[in-house]
């Protein structure tokens, strides 16, 4: 097997220096790049392109998931192992749909790092054991919910994401320049279609499709 080459990207040098010696325990690692940001781990890429980016998610400037997503748009082939202290199933979520193959927490034992990093290069997906379940379940919920979202008319998506977003009936139908009546008979008829009974129900959905941030980012 041809030696991995790796891209350590982690902001706290001496974290980075203790994952780098450890790596290069393994027979199986070659070259250890190091950077500190998302904003220079782009550039090395881009500049001398490695087997597996190894990528922290909470760093200053660009910050982890946006690197994620500005690699996989210059290389779709690039192959990202997030390496993250949040075990929570979100972060593992976006990391994923952003491009990420492959997700382990920094409470993994240390073996697990090699192991899917090595995974990962010979082409093949690793999920952290405790997340796997979790996130596949996930995905089948969100599949789900983006067909019932597909049934909403695009009246009704309008309302559904002005709600989501914490607005009132009467907000929403002052922002539409419709009355309070239509969005109250709109809002009865999304509940309907998408099977829930709540606002925080229709927030929680939303938020898994990413709506409310696209919402406020075009209000």
Not at 19 to 46: F, P, R
Not at 50 to 69: A, K, Q
Not at 166 to 175: F, I, L, Q, T
Request: some cysteine; charged content about 25%.
């Amino acid at each position: 097997m041809t030696k991995v080459s790796v891209l350590l990207v982690d902001d706290h040098a001496v974290v980075r220096e203790g994952y780098k010696s450890y790596l290069s325990l393994s027979k199986n690692i070659g070259k250890v790049y190091e950077a500190d940001c998302g904003e220079i781990a782009y550039q090395l890429y881009m500049q001398q392109p490695v087997d597996v980016v190894v990528m922290d998610l909470s760093m200053p400037g660009m910050g982890g998931l946006e690197c994620i997503r500005r690699l996989i748009s210059r290389d779709p082939h690039c192959k990202i192992l997030v390496f993250s202290i949040h075990n929570e199933l979100i972060y593992a979520t976006r990391a994923i749909k952003s491009g990420a193959k492959g997700y382990i927490s920094k409470c993994s034992v240390p073996e697990t790092l090699v192991t899917a990093v090595c995974s990962i290069a010979q082409g093949k997906t690793y999920i952290d054991a405790a997340m796997a379940q979790q996130l596949a379940v996930n995905m089948i919920t969100e599949q789900d919910d983006e067909y019932k979202i597909k049934l909403l008319s695009p009246r009704e998506f309008d309302v559904f994401c002005l709600l989501a977003n914490g607005n009132s009936p009467r907000e929403v139908a002052e922002k539409l320049h419709l009355s309070y009546k239509t969005i109250c008979n709109h809002s009865t008829a999304i509940k309907e279609k998408l099977a829930v009974k709540t606002v925080t129900e229709f927030a929680l959905m939303a938020t898994r499709h990413g709506l409310i941030e696209a919402e406020k980012r075009s209000s």
